[in-house]
Nanobody
C-alpha cells in the first residue's frame, strides 16, 4: 500500500524555523514528483512547493519564495521542506503528495485543481508567540 507520512510540525515563534519530512512507504519516491500543500483554518488548500523526480526541478508559491526550501533524499525515500523566517500566516496543516507526472503536480500546486496519486494525512504547523 502506497503511503506518505508527514512529520516535523509543531509550535514555533515568528521568525523561527522548522523542517518537515515526508516519508514514503510501499513505493519509492525516485520516480515521483512530490508536492507540499497547506490548508489554514477556514481557507482553501494552497500549493506550497514541488520537486520533480528526474532533474530536481523545483517550484514555489510566491508567499514562501526565499523562505522555504524543498529537497529530496531518494536513499531515505524522504522529501523535506525547510521552512525559515516563519510568519503567523504560515500556520496551517501541511500535507505532502506524490504523483508520477511533474506537469500534473504543477497544475495542482499552482491552479488548485486535479488529482494526485498519493496524499499524506498532514502535520500541523503553528507559528505564534
Amino acid at each position: 500500500q502506497m503511503q506518505l507520512v508527514e512529520s516535523g510540525g509543531g509550535l514555533v515563534q515568528p521568525g523561527g524555523s522548522l523542517r518537515l519530512s515526508c516519508a514514503a512507504s510501499g513505493f519509492t519516491l525516485d520516480y515521483h514528483t512530490i508536492g507540499w500543500f497547506r490548508q489554514a483554518p477556514g481557507k482553501e488548500r494552497e500549493g506550497v512547493s514541488c520537486i520533480s523526480s528526474s532533474d530536481g526541478r523545483t517550484s514555489y508559491a510566491d508567499s514562501v519564495k526565499g523562505r522555504f526550501t524543498i529537497s529530496r533524499d531518494n536513499a531515505k525515500n524522504t522529501v523535506y521542506l525547510q521552512m525559515n523566517s516563519l510568519k503567523p500566516e504560515d500556520t496551517a496543516v501541511y500535507y505532502c503528495a506524490a504523483d508520477s507526472s511533474y506537469n500534473n503536480m504543477l497544475d495542482v500546486t499552482t491552479k488548485g485543481h486535479g488529482n494526485l496519486e498519493v496524499w499524506g494525512r498532514g502535520t500541523l504547523v503553528t507559528v505564534s508567540s
